[in-house]
T-cell receptor, first 112, second 113 residues
């Protein structure tokens, strides 16, 4: 089946630093999504990408859909304490016939 | 607009029992998907329903089943519970079958003892 490799697994950064995380897939995806999950809550959608090469921003967040359709990255600029949480990438293959395939998550920890 | 609502938030069951979880999608969303989240396996797709029919299914045993009602609300059932079924079960809704993005509820935390 499809697999997503998300890295890094965890990040310890200082407040104000920029953050970068990425996902690579063993197969092609038609959609890439980035979610954030806080403790005790469900994943919340951050950015959705639908086209290879697409670069989309949402405030301090920027994500790109890789040209090969097998990878995506998420950048967070000028991190703040509320950015703490677990970030997941997710992809959906062709035809929408499958559910989302999720990465294992990047745990972001911010040191004040 | 109300988000995806899942009930109950917490459940404790004994091995061998069965359990039913409920999900109300965002108003106007017609597709409902279910995911299992565990520390070891992460988020895994269970199944997706649209127009009261299961359209897609993940790699889970037949003990996991679901249904969708005419108002798009969905229930998920797990029979003959095993210890390994302890997990956070997340429901997500979307406008149409196979469409993105998915909007998730806060989940039902199931503990099997």
């Amino acid at each position: 089946g499809q697999q997503l490799n998300q890295s890094p697994q965890s990040m310890f950064i200082q407040e104000g630093e920029d953050v970068s995380m990425n996902c690579t897939s063993s197969s092609i995806f038609n959609t890439w999504l980035w979610y954030k999950q806080d403790p005790g809550e469900g994943p919340v959608l951050l950015i959705a990408l639908y086209k290879a090469g697409e670069l989309t921003s949402n405030g301090r967040l920027t994500a790109q859909f890789g040209i090969t359709r097998k990878d995506s990255f998420l950048n967070i600029s000028a991190s703040i304490p509320s950015d703490v949480g677990i970030y997941f990438c997710a992809g959906r293959g062709g035809g929408g016939a499958d559910g989302l395939t999720f990465g294992k998550g990047t745990h972001l920890i911010i040191q004040p | 607009k109300a988000g995806v609502t899942q009930t109950p938030r917490y459940l404790i069951k004994t091995r061998g029992q069965q359990v039913t979880l409920s999900c109300s999608p965002i108003s106007g969303h017609r597709s409902v998907s279910w995911y299992q989240q565990t520390p070891g396996q992460g988020l895994q797709f269970l199944f997706e329903y649209f127009s009261e029919t299961q359209r897609n299914k993940g790699n889970f045993p037949g003990r996991f089943s679901g249904r969708q009602f005419s108002n798009s609300r969905s229930e998920m059932n797990v029979s003959t519970l095993e210890l390994g079924d302890s997990a956070l079960y997340l429901c997500a809704s979307s406008l149409a079958l196979g469409s993105s993005p998915l909007h998730f509820g806060n989940g039902t935390r199931l503990t099997v003892t």
